[in-house]
């Protein structure tokens, strides 16, 4: 079946940063690909979704590049604020009627 | 706007009790799906909905059922809660489409004693 693996577990920085998370993924298709943040006490929020293979998704200073030939989506952002502590989720959807997968996630922690 | 609500916020529920956890949707989506968050596992998929009337198993179905009467509600239903089956359980929606964005609730936390 589906998989997604997020090898980091935790990540710790400063302010101003570079974030870089790791993600790949497994599926006979080509899915559609997602990365969600998660506040606490919160529901999974949309960060950006890629669609086609080669593209690349930007959303409030993050990107990540859908590659298919190291089927990898991962997620980076050039200067972090305190604000960005979350946890970080890479999802697929490859049957669009079953919803998503999702990785195990990585919590982003980030210190004045 | 549209959104995702899910009711309770909080519940603690005995062993052998029966439980519901309610979701609603305005965002006029086909599919529905409920999960369930724990350390270590991430998020996975218990069950899920084409639409009113239709409900299928996800990838860790057991000891859950779910109904959908309509559109806009889909509910998750233990009846016969176990301290196992404490947990964050999360409702989404989503248009069933290639290009679908998945709108989540704020989550039920659920614990059973």
């Known amino acids: 079946g589906d998989s997604v693996t997020q090898k980091q577990g935790q990540v710790t920085l400063s302010e101003d940063d570079f974030l870089f998370i790791n993600c790949t993924y497994s599926t006979t298709t080509y899915p559609t690909l997602f990365w969600y943040v998660q506040y606490p006490g919160q529901g999974p929020q949309l960060l950006l979704k890629v669609t086609t293979a080669n593209n690349k998704g930007i959303s409030r200073g993050f990107e990540a590049t859908y590659d298919k030939g190291t089927t990898s989506f991962h997620l980076q952002k050039a200067s972090v604020q305190e604000s960005d502590s979350a946890v970080y989720f890479c999802?697929?959807?490859?049957?669009?009627?079953?919803?998503?997968?999702f990785g195990l996630g990585t919590r982003v922690s980030v210190f004045p | 706007e549209a959104a995702v609500t899910q009711s309770p916020r909080n519940k603690v529920a005995v062993t052998g009790g029966k439980v519901t956890l309610s979701c609603n949707q305005t965002?006029?989506?086909?599919?529905m799906y409920w999960y369930r968050q724990d350390t270590g596992h991430g998020l996975r998929l218990i069950h899920y909905?084409?639409?009113?009337?239709?409900?299928e198993k996800g990838d860790i179905p057991d000891g859950y059922k779910a109904s959908r009467p309509s559109q806009e509600n889909f509910s998750l239903i233990l009846e016969l809660a176990t301290p196992s089956q404490t947990s964050v359980y999360f409702c989404a929606s989503g248009d069933g489409t290639p290009n679908s964005d998945y709108t989540f609730g704020s989550g039920t936390r659920l614990l059973v004693i």
């Open positions: 965002n006029n989506h086909n599919n």
């Open positions: 909905s084409y639409g009113a009337g239709s409900t």
């Open positions: 999802a697929l959807v490859d049957n669009y009627a079953q919803g998503l997968t």
